[in-house]
């Protein structure tokens, strides 16, 4: 059966500090790759998403950036950290196919990050 | 362009209650695939159901049920009996296709059920 490992569960940065966040998926290859941030507790915003190796897709402009160096993990990364970066980001994988939209995301546990 | 409404931010109910989450999609696509997730408090992400487009029969699984109906671009989801445990924030989903065939999905703002004992 498939997994997904996400980590660290907390995170408590100070301001323009350096963030990494990874992601791994077990049992299955070549999946699509997301990250989604969810703020003050409530919509889920995509962040990054991927579809292979070193193949990142970006959706929203801003200090984030992301990486896929190898085909089950991905991470998330910013050089300095802003106050607006807190919130609860949450990595997903989804099966990666032609017909991989009618395939449901499965997420991880997710990073709570406070940025101080 | 995609999007999902959830008009209900929050609701409350009293437990063994009935309660119906309501969920308004947009697309232009005729083939597209809508989903619901839960959000319990621990904050991960539980996929619940999956209906695509061409399938509009009502799905019934244990307490819960969902009702999809293209002509109102609706998929509600109803807990019927409703207890402590659905304490959660649900979303409601969107995927269509794009180009590459993949394509993330897009969820409403989420509407959060309160069941009180």
């Known amino acids: 059966s498939q997994t997904i490992h996400q980590w660290p569960a907390t995170l408590v940065q100070p301001v323009g500090s350096p963030l990494s966040l990874e992601c791994t998926v077990e049992g299955t290859s070549n999946p699509n790759l997301y990250w989604y941030r969810q703020a003050a507790g409530r919509g889920l915003q995509l962040l990054f998403y991927s579809v292979g190796i070193g193949q990142i897709s970006s959706e929203v402009p801003q200090n984030l950036s992301a990486s896929r160096p190898q085909d089950r993990q991905f991470i998330l990364s910013s050089k300095k950290l802003l106050l607006s970066d807190s919130g609860f980001y949450l990595c997903?994988?989804?099966?990666?196919?032609?017909?991989?939209?009618?395939?449901?995301?499965?997420f991880g546990n997710g990073t709570r990050l406070t940025v101080t | 362009a995609q999007k999902v409404t959830q008009a209900q931010t929050e609701i409350s109910v009293v437990e063994k209650e009935d309660v119906t989450l309501d969920c308004v999609y947009e697309t232009r696509d005729t083939t597209y695939y809508l989903f619901w997730y839960k959000q319990p408090p621990s904050g991960e992400l539980v996929f619940l159901i999956r209906?695509?487009?061409?399938?509009?029969q009502n799905e019934i699984s244990g307490r819960y049920s969902w009702n999809f109906q293209k002509s109102t671009s609706s998929f509600n989801f109803t807990i019927t009996a409703s207890q402590v445990v659905d304490s959660a924030v649900y979303f409601c989903a969107l995927s269509e296709p794009r180009g590459s065939g993949n394509t993330p999905l897009v969820f409403g703002k989420g509407t959060r059920l309160s069941v009180i004992a």
């Open positions: 209906r695509n487009s061409f399938d509009e």
């Open positions: 997903a994988w989804r099966r990666g196919s032609g017909s991989g939209y009618n395939s449901p995301l499965h």
